[in-house]
């Protein structure tokens, strides 16, 4: 999809520290990691959120949530990791292209959200 820039990361028009590819599905560094481990893990095929997926993208999804923990572990989190989609105006979705965050490093992250 035009103006993505997910989409352009998956096309190679703007540069990403890749991890992994395959046919489906993209991962790669966030620019601005929380943890130690931190990434994406993205399907190729333009959908905007998790609030906009059908049973067509069922099979990336469950592909994406099978591979996490192999690329968690090659990354440095092979004790368990968190993965997180935001998702829309009340997830503070802020990139319009579904990804699986997948965040964690060699010691226990903070507990799940803070309350306000
Ligand atoms: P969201 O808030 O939509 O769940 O997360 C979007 C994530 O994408 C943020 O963690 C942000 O740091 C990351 N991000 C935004 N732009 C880029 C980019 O151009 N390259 C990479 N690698 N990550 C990005
Ligand atoms: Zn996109």
């Known amino acids: 999809m035009e103006d993505c820039i997910f989409c352009k990361i998956v096309a190679g028009k703007i ?18 990691p929380v943890a130690p481990v931190h990434f994406m893990i ?27 923990g192999r690329l968690a572990s090659d990354q440095g989190s092979p004790e368990g990791f968190r993965t997180i989609v935001n998702t829309g ?10 990804h699986v965050h997948v965040i964690g490093g060699p010691n226990p992250l903070p507990r799940m959200i803070a309350k306000e």
């Open 42 to 68: 993205i399907p190729k095929k333009h959908v905007d959120s998790l609030a906009h997926v059908t049973d067509k993208d069922a099979p990336v999804l469950g592909h994406i949530l099978a591979i996490a």
């Open 89 to 98: 105006r009340i997830g503070r979705q802020d990139v319009y292209h579904l």
């Open 15 to 32: 540069p990403s520290k890749k991890i992994y590819e395959d046919e489906h599905v993209f991962a790669f560094h966030d620019i601005n």
